[in-house]
Structures are given as C-alpha cells and as structure tokens.
C-alpha cells in the first residue's frame, strides 16, 4: 500500500482556485514533488522543493507544505488543467521512492 | 534535447523474462539517479526501482525484489531493466525517468523526476 495518501478525485470551477493535498510521515523529513499526468500521456513535473516549477510550468501552480502534509494548489484552474496529480517523495528509509494514489481533478 | 527513449516491451507468457531498454541523450548520464516508474492499465504510478549515477546502489520496490534487476551502461548512456519470473501483474506501461539530487539553499535535500520517456508497454498473459 502507498506511503502517500491523496484524496482520490476533486473538481473545481473554470477560474476558482484548488488544492489537493498530500499525506504521509515522510513528508516531515522530505520534500514532495508533483506531477501532471493527461491521458496517453507520460507524467510532467509541476513542483518540486520547497516550491519550485520547472521550466514552461505556468506560475498558477504552487506547492506548500506543512507538517506530514503537502498540497499542491492551482491558482485559477484552466480547462487544460483537468489531469491527474501524484504526489511523490522518499519513504520513510530514505532509500525508496513513493507515489500517492494520484487526484483525479475535474475543472468544471 | 534532453530526451529518455524507452524500448524492449511487448507480449511475454508469465514466467517468461524480457529486457527492457532506456536509452539516453542530450544529458551527460552518468551524472544522474535512473529510476523505472511502471503504470498498470487504469491505475496509479508505482515506482520500480532506482540506480545510482556509478551503478554502485540498487534499490527495488517489495513488489519486484527478487524477480527485476536494474543496470546500466554508463558508456553507451544507457539504462535497463530485467525482468524475469514475469506475472499478470506486472503488464503496465514502463517508463525510465531521472532523479537529480541536491541540497536547496536552507540545506534541504531536494529530489524529483524532471525528465520522463514516452514509456514501453509490457503485456503478461499466456
């Protein structure tokens, strides 16, 4: 089972901002990073570190984290926003590397 | 251009073995952690394993230890994966990604994948 637990689906409408978040004990010691997956599509980093965005990644994506909990929030959700998001990080070793279940987002 | 193909998938019976290939550019490789991220049919991102920069570590999902084994060829920029006693569960879309490492400002370790392939598809049914 996932170290990382995220809510399995959320929506949001055109222009209004969201958040999906992110749970697990690892996040106490490492940074989360998140990625975009369309379908047929292979996954896109959007943040990674404290808060940072790759290159060509809108500034509407943010990343935050607070305790044993990450979130990733969108900032005026765009139609082409609506993917699926997994959060990943370290396990708890440090050694391994895990995903959450992945957010469904619909933008409504 | 930075780029990650993977190659090698296809239809295997279960129990068989099958070699899947990354092959990489536009990036010096032996630099880089290489990871194998795999995607069942419908279902979430599960990691594989990972390699470091000079081969000298491996580390395997619980889920694979034991059957799959990670390599590389650090001269021909080249990542793979062996995967053998294959199983119904392991059909998924394969894909190679790299993990650069390094500490942020504050000193905070920071990872992520920032480089994805196109994935393969591995099929196990008899």
Not at chain 1, 8 to 37: E, F, H, K, M, N
Not at chain 1, 53 to 80: K, V
Not at chain 2, 84 to 90: F, G, H, Q, T, V
Request: aromatic share 12%; charged share 15%.
């Amino acid at each position: 089972s996932s170290e990382l637990t995220q809510d399995p689906a959320v929506s949001v409408a055109l222009g209004q901002t969201v958040r999906i978040t992110c749970q697990g004990d690892s996040l106490r010691s490492y940074y989360a990073s998140w990625y975009q997956q369309k379908p047929g599509q292979a996954p896109v980093l959007v943040i990674y570190g404290k808060n940072n965005r790759p290159s060509g990644i809108p500034d509407r994506f943010s990343g935050s984290s607070s305790g044993n909990t990450a979130s990733l929030t969108i900032t005026g959700a765009q139609a082409e926003d609506e993917a699926d998001y997994y959060c990943n990080s370290r396990d708890s070793s440090g050694n391994l590397v895990v995903f959450g279940g992945g957010t469904k987002l619909t933008v409504l | 251009q930075v780029q990650l193909v993977e190659s090698g998938g296809g239809v295997v019976q279960p129990g068989r073995s099958l070699r899947l290939s990354c092959a990489a550019s536009g990036f010096t490789f032996s630099s880089y952690g290489m990871h194998w991220v795999r995607q069942a049919p419908g279902k979430g991102l599960e990691w594989v394993a990972v390699i470091w920069y000079d081969g000298s570590n491996k580390y395997y999902a619980d889920s694979v230890k034991g059957r799959f084994t990670i390599s590389r060829d650090n001269s021909k920029n080249t990542l793979y994966l062996q995967m053998n006693s294959l199983r119904a569960e392991d059909t998924a879309v394969y894909y190679c990604a790299r993990r650069p490492t390094y500490y942020d400002s504050s000193g905070y370790f920071v990872d992520a994948f920032d480089i994805w392939g196109q994935g393969t598809m591995v099929t196990v049914s008899s």
